[in-house]
């Protein structure tokens, strides 16, 4: 917080301002004993017989001097109770009277006389009201005003006497703070420090700033007599319509500033809805042309799935006409009477399986065994022939064509097109009903670029389940078929919808029968849509295929006598 004197007097001789600054520090005296004492200073310091200087710096000695009161009721009434108080001083003499609305109170300090006008302003009054009471009571005064006089309590400077000082500015311009002067009415707490508020006030006031207490309210209406009478006041009326009038341009000028500044604001936020709007437009064409994309995209993918499907179903129609009508050329008697089936797939002991149930159902025979036991893995390719339906049936069962590094190995391919001789004429897709696994997914793109078309044509799905494998929904394969993924279905049209299933496990044993009868029926059927010819690729002549079908029959032969031999020793 800062400090600052009390009191300074614009009119004083030089001499009596530095008394005045040496005694300041005993601001605590009473006012009226340093006014003592800057007159002996003045007495002092003037030469014999030198004229005495009049403190009033003009001749308004006896003038009557009339100021307008800005306070609340709070504040009036506690300087009319001071006053009453200290009416038993023979130094003050006061008068309360009407004037309209307005109260006023005369007084006189030392054959000195004050007037104060005040206007009621009540805590609930408007702002509007407040002005209007404050221009009533400045018209009423009938003899030129000489202050405004801001009335506080202990020295404490609220914002609701703030806010009144703001419009008497508002009303009369910057000018009337040249005629304000503050009167700190002590009876009550007073504040030990002037707040920055009150003190940047007091400066703009030129420090008129006194104060009244009940001990000693003579000394300081004497005080505030002397601010009155030695401040440069003019024809304070005109200075305040003046100010009036300066206070409207200046309401004017800010109320214009203030349209223009508007006006910029509308015009900048008008810009930026412009520039938003056509961020929206940029953003709702760049979503629009993906939109368009992603559509010509999906139409493209649609095209081409359209496309393969159409393929898919062209291959089986084509597929089961060449069954329903038996071609022109007919393979021979011997051919007729065999059937060379290569099992293909990716799970040894699911192929190991199949191959055990057809084998027993299509030689009538029945196994005590689970045929769903875990079987050894196959390491090389293996031949199994059984006598059915009239004729041989040769099945070829193979390991894995790839090893752990995802490479096939051609050399078993050439060993299972060797064993399926004078075959193979159908070669058989097994599959767990589980579900298509990656895996198989590539094993069939495999066979299907090193054998070409053909090998759709002449392959035959094979659906393994096990009703005792709580993995295997128990539905019907036409069920299943339906509700498989799009992966599958394509598939599944691919190879002419040629598909059967067979129940490997130990409990449904019986249901296996008519399983494995259809599986044949369809197998037999498909070998003479071919006419009964066995399957060829160029790559793989029948000759060479026949050369390594007679060494692994030796080796194989080989191997026995050594076993046999062995066994004897």
Not at 250 to 277: C, G, N, T
Not at 318 to 337: I, Q
Not at 444 to 455: I, T, V
Not at 539 to 556: G, Y
Request: glycine fraction near 6%; charge should be negative; include cysteine.
């Amino acid at each position: 917080m800062r400090k600052m004197h009390v009191v300074r007097w614009n009119a004083l001789p030089c001499h009596m301002k530095c008394c005045y600054h040496k005694a300041a520090s005993f601001f605590f005296l009473p006012l009226y004993f340093l006014l003592q004492l800057f007159s002996q200073a003045d007495k002092e310091s003037r030469p014999t017989g030198a004229p005495a200087t009049d403190m009033a710096h003009s001749s308004v000695t006896n003038t009557k001097h009339t100021m307008a009161v800005i306070s609340t009721v709070e504040e009036w009434s506690s300087l009319r109770s001071l006053l009453q108080d200290s009416s038993g001083d023979e130094c003050l003499q006061l008068t309360f009277s009407s004037l309209g609305s307005n109260q006023v109170c005369d007084l006189t300090v030392e054959g000195h006389s004050i007037s104060l006008h005040y206007a009621d302003l009540h805590q609930d009054m408007t702002e509007e009201s407040i002005s209007q009471a404050l221009e009533s009571c400045f018209k009423s005064c009938k003899d030129r005003i000489s202050k405004f006089l801001l009335l506080i309590r202990g020295g404490y400077y609220t914002k609701r006497e703030q806010r009144m000082i703001e419009i008497l500015q508002e009303h009369f311009g910057a000018e009337a703070l040249k005629y304000l002067v503050i009167l700190s009415v002590d009876n009550g707490k007073v504040v030990d420090t002037l707040d920055d508020t009150l003190l940047d006030l007091i400066n703009v006031c030129d420090g008129r700033y006194c104060r009244i207490t009940s001990s000693a309210a003579s000394d300081g209406l004497y005080a505030l007599l002397e601010m009155v009478k030695y401040n440069v006041t003019g024809d304070t009326e005109t200075m305040l319509t003046q100010g009036k009038r300066r206070s409207k341009e200046d309401s004017a000028m800010s109320a214009a500033k203030q349209r223009v500044v508007e006006a910029e604001e509308k015009e900048q936020a008008f810009e930026q809805l412009v520039q938003q709007q056509e961020r929206r437009r940029a953003g709702e064409l760049e979503e629009l042309k993906a939109r368009h994309a992603e559509e010509r995209k999906k139409e493209a993918a649609d095209k081409m799935q359209f496309g393969t499907k159409r393929e898919s179903l062209e291959e089986a129609v084509k597929s089961r006409g060449a069954m329903l009508h038996l071609p022109a050329t007919a393979a021979d008697d011997d051919e007729m009477k065999e059937l060379s089936v290569v099992l293909l797939g990716m799970i040894d002991d699911t192929k190991s399986s199949a191959l055990n149930v057809i084998l027993e159902r299509a030689g009538n025979r029945y196994s005590v065994s689970r045929s769903s036991d875990k079987l050894p893995p196959i390491l090389s390719c293996e031949r199994k022939e059984v006598f059915a339906a009239g004729r041989r049936l040769i099945l070829v069962n193979t390991p894995p064509l790839d090893d752990e590094y995802g490479v096939f190995d051609v050399e078993l391919v050439k060993d299972f097109l060797a064993l399926a001789l004078p075959g193979p004429h159908v070669f058989l897709l097994v599959f767990d009903k589980i579900g298509l696994s990656q895996g198989e997914e590539v094993l069939l793109r495999y066979l299907q670029k090193l054998f070409g078309q053909e090998f759709a044509e002449r392959a035959i799905i094979l659906f393994i389940y096990d009703d005792d494998d709580k993995r295997h929904k128990p539905q019907r394969v036409e069920d299943y078929v339906a509700e498989a993924p799009s992966v599958l279905q394509d598939l599944i049209r691919k190879y002419g919808s040629r598909y059967y299933e067979l129940n490997i496990a130990k409990s449904q044993n019986a249901s296996s029968y008519p399983q494995v009868k259809d599986l044949l029926s369809g197998m037999i059927k498909l070998a003479a849509a071919h006419g009964g010819q066995s399957f060829s690729v160029k790559k793989f002549p029948v000759q060479k295929l026949q050369e390594r079908s007679k060494l692994m029959q030796d080796r194989e032969n080989g191997e026995t006598e050594v076993g046999h031999l062995l066994s004897n020793n």
